[in-house]
């Protein structure tokens, strides 16, 4: 669990590794997965004060859980796995760049949200930052106050989050 009593906000998450995930089992481990998950829950409200947005957030949604997922490369870019994203699957095919990430901001139900994630090799925290930038994104209703789309806002996260910190 997360918690920034400054702000009010509390994050449940949980780690899931996907079964004989074999080679890819190094990629994301139990420490440092709760450790991005902490350290970008925080950082993520000195980064939205720092593009011009402090106070101008607040929670819109109900909390969800957060449950994170690391999944075998071809799990997660099994198009009957993950049909209700055609196209971030689609465009990823046709473009020849690889998914490496999902976040699904209602993992079946409306109680929790998912982070999809797969074994990069490199960066890796810095690619699951990334996806909790997503899922703050989604829960504060940042595009409520500012023009930045889900990914500009995540991309601008992820440079910020790897400037002010290393696992």
């Known amino acids: 669990m997360v918690s920034n009593p400054e702000k009010n906000i509390r994050l449940v998450s949980s780690f899931h590794r996907q079964q004989g995930i074999g080679r890819y089992g190094y990629a994301y481990h139990k420490a440092m997965v709760e450790y991005t998950v902490k350290t970008a829950s925080i950082l993520i409200f000195d980064f939205m004060d ?8 607040k929670e819109c949604r109900t909390p969800r859980k957060l449950n994170i997922y690391h999944i075998a490369p071809e799990t997660l870019l099994d198009p009957r796995r993950f049909n209700q994203f055609p196209k971030e699957n689609r465009s ?4 020849g760049h690889v998914l490496w990430a999902l976040f ?3 993992e079946r139900n409306s109680e929790t949200s998912a982070i999809y994630l797969t074994d990069k090799e ?16 989604e829960r504060m209703c940042i595009y409520r106050v500012t023009t930045y789309d889900t990914e500009s806002f995540a991309q601008r996260f992820q440079k910020y989050y790897m400037q002010r910190t290393r696992y």
């Open 50 to 57: 720092e593009i011009g947005l402090k106070n101008q957030y």
């Open 104 to 106: 699904d901001p209602k």
């Open 122 to 137: 490199t960066f890796n925290q810095e690619l699951l930052a990334h996806e909790i930038s997503h899922y703050w994104y």
């Open 92 to 95: 990823t095919r046709k473009s």
